[in-house]
């Protein structure tokens, strides 16, 4: 099985850096991963439509690149099916959306790691493509690789903040990341990403994660906005959406073009 790149990062200590795709084209992992720049890419399955053949496809393309990971980013209602299938896709790092206390969070964990007696979690074993189909179904080794899944939490709605410190002391939780607009929503403030209240509620979340040993990961719509974070300790980013890059290009050719007086 596939060496997983963002556990190893982590275990030595070493800060990590993802990229965010929407579109399931293998084509846009190979550019990705082409550039040798990314640990890891997060497929943004909250927001995406996919299927299990994509999902399959995106772990597969993965494996062109040996010092690379990935991560899935899953929405809350269907969050234990698209967890395992993404994971048995060769998807190897997990993102959960929508935290709201610590029960959710040992829930998370417990969707991921495998049923044994020492890892206490409910995946089973299946005949999937990360274990080659029928070749290590159940062994050891697809055993090992589930303890090794990086788990990430969103911390993005108020009863995630009000136990904060619970969720941060449940044994598996290896990342946090603060979300503005879901939290804005949660404390009645729509469109209150950007206040000064909820982005306290962000530093204080960066900072408890710190001192609790959780790593926190931030955010990113390039790399210009990552000196203040940097600043307080965070090693973790995500940065960049295929949408928005190709949306932000199409916007500034648009400026160009009024100011050259094209479509004049």
């Not at 969707?111 to 990360?130: D, F, W, Y």
């Not at 274990?131 to 050891?140: D, F, H, T």
Request: glycine letters at 10%.
């Amino acid at each position: 099985m596939k060496p997983n790149r963002l556990r190893q990062l982590l275990n030595e200590g070493k800060p990590t850096l993802g990229t965010h795709v929407i579109c399931p084209w293998p084509g846009i992992i190979e550019i990705i991963g082409n550039s040798g720049v990314f640990d890891y890419i997060e497929y943004v399955g909250e927001y995406a439509p996919f299927s299990l053949e994509q999902m399959d496809d995106f772990g597969r393309t993965i494996e062109l690149f040996p010092n690379m990971s990935s991560m899935m980013k899953v929405e809350e209602q269907t969050r234990g099916f698209i967890a395992q299938r993404a994971i048995d896709s060769g998807i190897q790092n997990v993102l959960f959306t929508d935290i709201r206390s610590a029960e959710d969070a040992r829930e998370c964990v417990r969707l991921v790691r495998p049923e044994t007696p020492e890892s206490g979690g409910v995946h089973g074993a299946a005949m999937r493509r990360s274990v080659g189909y029928v070749l290590g179904a159940g062994s050891a080794e697809w055993a090992k690789s589930l303890n090794e899944t990086v788990i990430a939490l969103m911390i993005e709605k108020k009863g995630a903040m009000d136990e904060l410190d619970e969720i941060l002391a449940v044994p598996g939780i290896d990342m946090v990341q603060f979300g503005p607009t879901d939290y804005s929503i949660s404390i009645g403030k729509p469109g209150g990403g950007g206040s000064p209240e909820v982005q306290e509620a962000h530093i204080k979340m960066i900072k408890k994660a710190l001192s609790a040993g959780v790593h926190p990961r931030v955010e990113l719509g390039s790399f210009d906005q990552a000196k203040r974070f940097l600043d307080m300790g965070v090693r973790h980013f995500c940065v960049g959406w295929d949408v928005r890059i190709i949306f932000d290009w199409c916007k500034q050719q648009g400026k160009i073009i009024d100011e050259l007086g094209i479509k004049k």
